[in-house]
């Protein structure tokens, strides 16, 4: 249970830190693509006012991030901060407004200000505060670190960019930040300056502490960094302990070794251990180095005692080349009652002892019994009286030990039985309460998955809301065409869930990117660098083509991949731009809160195989009153949810399945042996091969829709069964997770252990009476 808590909870962490990187990636593509403009920050206004709406835009698809700023060579700086006790309010920082030139000079100190902002992000410039006097971030260390970085064309590598060590934020709390250099786009080997994104270790704890609180028994998680310092812990949520300088201001995290909390100070002290180092032969390094440093970057798992207590510890390295050097623990307190199952197997231990002294005995005593008679007959000293009194009695003696033998053994066999139950009941407890657990986890990480759709949206729709793209007229503006295409190209590579990202217009164009048979292909009526107007006929219709691409610059190529086998598909008319065309965002509303986003059924994509998924869709408005020039979307295959689902480990014969609430549709399932769809369309659980589905479906339509948990039996084998429910805006799903009694109690072999504890008895009892009957002769 350990361990899978800590394999479901290691996903929750990574995905949470890849944020900030995805984020400063997301800018320096638009950068090197033209869409951003900052060679002259300093003093061009639109170039200024162009780089705040693209720090604002930041700031609401990537809401985990607490700080998003570019810091230039012309120490120029300009950026937006979260505001402490919001989720959404956060403030404008920088050396001046942005429609106002800055008048920081390279090497001279100058104050930044920070300003309260509207709903828009434009800051209000009747408060400005001064926050930081005599500021110089050239000298800063976050800054000097990438200065000697190698810059790549793929933004992705990990030599554009660079962790920082855990340190204490302006705002006094602790965090870290990805820094990523930012060059001239023609010149990789100057540094204009500095994109930055910062995440608070806080919210880290948040997520353990929210997760620990679902996990079976007492379960601590926390993160500690290569050095052994406490980055994260369920068990301090609210306020990491720091070291503190004389002034009482904390100046970096505890040692783990240190804590007060005592599995996270064993498990510490275990993990920071002296062992070989796996890349030095010959020296040491801490057991966590090892294990950041290894090749597999295995988890490692194994009991660490106090005085008092005893805890299973699962550690998992968490590591980025980039500068995260942690590891990821959770330890769970081994809080079995093994004092009272102490007692009843020491209670058998004793009487087996007895009923094979007595046993012993009763050879004994036959040997010496006959021994002497050998002897006195020998020397014709013994009556023969005396030694039939003395035979009978020793005859007696040993049936009535034989007779009293099965209840000593018999007391222990019950109790042997007692003792079985104990544990399978205990084990059978502790399966169930893995099933609830794993069930949160998989709805959690469901949830997420089908959220990054939603990012992407909000991508592109503040993106075109900032200026950034054309819609108005793509058949004929190739440059337009142009901007549309890097944009794609940016969401295609930063959100890696999505399969499928594109835009749609009101005139029949269609452009946009998917992942195609391992590779990623541009698709849409020509490409992009030449006219659509005549690739789309008067109606509209077009025939699809998919293009290969340059992995660095995203270009289509002039090798075509593959005509769509449709030739007259029209846009306009697919299910994902129908849907889309009421995903509306009006005034006063949130993109988020409101849910404008939409979603539509499952459908056939469009490529050779009609991959069957679905897609998150928004409109794309212009003008006042607003009019609708075409719909955003973003696509997630069923296959890839199905992949999601096979993230947690639920033991032999246990799975996963999601279905559409009212009409029992399977939407994946872990079952490889069983296809859940047909012709293009979804199967029913009664119409899936395996019985255990139907047996899901009828349980499910007599429990109504109320039901979290159940039990099924078929085929002679226990299911227990979680029912949990996945919702998002036209989502209601239901995700089951089925888990097999006999294979999650199978550490005490089920039934087998009666069997050989039967077995046993017999030959036990066999060999009573045996050696009992030999004892008998032996006195004779």
């Known amino acids: 249970s350990c361990d899978r808590f800590g394999r479901n909870l ?113 800051p209000d410039p009747r408060t400005p505060q001064d926050v930081k006097e005599q500021y110089l971030y050239l000298n800063a260390p976050w800054y000097k670190m990438v200065q000697s970085l190698q810059k790549t064309g793929d933004p992705y590598k990990a030599g554009n960019a660079n962790w920082t060590k855990p340190m204490v934020f302006s705002n006094g709390k602790m965090g870290v930040s990805v820094i990523h250099k930012v060059t001239d786009p023609k010149d990789w080997t100057t540094q204009w300056g500095i994109f930055g994104a910062d995440y608070e270790l806080a919210h880290l704890s948040g997520f353990l502490d929210s997760a620990s609180k679902s996990a079976q028994g007492s379960t601590v998680a926390f993160l500690m960094d290569s050095e052994g310092d406490l980055i994260a812990s369920s068990k301090y949520k609210d ?76 550690a998992r390295p968490v590591y980025d080349p980039r500068g995260l050097d942690w590891v990821l623990v959770v330890a769970m307190v081994m809080d079995i009652d093994e004092g009272n199952i102490g007692e009843v197997v020491k209670g058998i231990e004793g009487r087996d002892t007895e009923w094979r002294t007595i046993l012993l005995c009763s050879v004994t005593g036959g040997a010496i019994a006959l021994a002497l008679v050998i002897v006195f007959f020998l020397q014709q000293r ?15 003696g040993v049936f009535v030990c034989i007779a009293a033998l099965p209840g000593w053994y018999g007391a222990a066999d019950q109790d042997m039985a007692a003792l079985h139950s104990q544990c399978e009941a205990n084990v059978e407890s502790a399966a169930q309460a893995l099933g609830t ?50 944009h794609l190209w940016t969401c295609i590579r930063a959100f890696d869930e999505v399969t499928w990202v594109y835009y749609g217009g009101e005139g029949g164009l269609f452009t ?44 289509p190529l002039d090798k075509t991949l593959e005509t769509g086998p449709e030739r007259g598909m029209t846009a306009n008319q697919r299910p994902w731009y129908t849907k889309g065309t009421t995903a509306r965002l009006l005034p006063n509303q949130d993109l988020y809160t409101d849910r404008v986003i939409r979603h539509t059924a499952v459908y056939a994509f469009k490529d050779e195989a009609k991959t069957l998924g679905l897609s998150a869709v928004l409109a794309a408005l212009e003008g006042d009153p607003p009019r609708l020039v075409g719909v955003w979307a973003a696509d997630v295959t069923l296959a890839a949810i199905k992949d999601e689902l ?44 395996n019985p255990l589905f139907g047996l899901l479906g009828t349980k499910l339509k007599a429990a109504g829709g109320g039901v979290k948990e159940f039990t099924v039996s078929t085929n002679g084998t226990l299911y227990y069964v979680e ?58």
Not at 37 to 59: E, G
Not at 276 to 294: E, F, H, V
Not at 465 to 485: F, H
């Open 646 to 689: 096979a993230e947690i480990d639920l033991g032999p014969g246990g799975l996963v399945i999601i279905i559409e609430k009212d009409t029992q549709k399977v939407i994946a399932s872990t079952d490889a042996a069983v296809s859940t769809s047909k012709d293009g369309e979804l199967l029913t659980l009664g119409q899936a091969s």
């Open 239 to 314: 306020a990491l302990p720091a070291t503190t300088s004389g002034t009482g201001q904390a100046q970096k995290p505890l040692a783990a070794s240190k804590s007060d909390c005592e599995p996270i100070k064993l498990s510490a002290e275990a993990l920071t251990e002296q062992v070989p180092d796996p890349q030095k032969p010959g020296s040491k390094t801490t057991l966590i180095k090892a294990m950041n440093r290894s090749e597999t970057k295995a988890a490692l798992q194994g009991f660490v005692n106090s005085t008092a207590n005893t805890y299973w510890m699962n």
């Open 382 to 396: 013994l009556k023969w009286v005396l030694a039939a009194i003395v035979t009978a009695a020793y005859v007696v």
């Open 512 to 555: 946009g990117y998917l992942d195609y048979k391992g590779g990623l292909a541009y698709w849409g009526p020509d490409k992009p660098s030449a006219p659509q107007e005549g690739a789309i006929d008067a109606l509209g219709r077009a025939t699809v083509k998919f293009y290969d691409v340059d992995l660095t610059s995203g270009k």
């Open 723 to 780: 029912v949990r429910e996945v919702q998002l805006q036209d989502i209601d799903w239901q995700l089951l997770v089925c888990m097999d009694k006999n294979s999650v109690t199978a550490v005490y072999a089920g039934e087998a252990i009666v069997k050989d504890a039967q077995a046993a008895s017999a030959t036990y009892s066999t060999w009573v009476w045996i050696l009992g009957v030999v004892a008998v002769i032996a006195g004779v």
């Open 437 to 486: 657990q794993s069930a949160t986890d998989l709805v959690n990480a469901v949830q997420r998955f089908m959220e990054v759709p939603s990012s992407v949206l909000a991508l592109s729709h503040y993106e075109y809301d900032a200026g950034k793209l054309q819609l108005s007229n793509l058949r004929t503006d190739v440059a337009s065409r142009e901007r549309l295409r890097t």
């Open 10 to 122: 290691f996903d929750v962490v990574k995905g949470q830190m890849d944020v900030p990187p995805v984020s400063a990636v997301v800018s320096d593509l638009d950068h090197m693509d033209g869409k951003l403009n900052i060679s002259n920050i300093k003093s061009d206004i639109s170039q200024r006012k162009a780089l705040q709406k693209h720090l604002w835009v930041m700031t609401q698809v990537f809401p985990e991030v607490s700080w998003v700023y570019y810091y230039s060579e012309q120490n120029t700086y300009m950026g937006y901060q979260k505001a402490p006790g919001t989720a959404k309010a956060w403030w404008y920082y920088g050396d001046a407004l942005p429609d106002s030139p800055s008048t920081a000079q390279p090497g001279d100190y100058t104050t930044l200000k920070r300003y309260a902002v509207d709903a828009e992000g434009t």
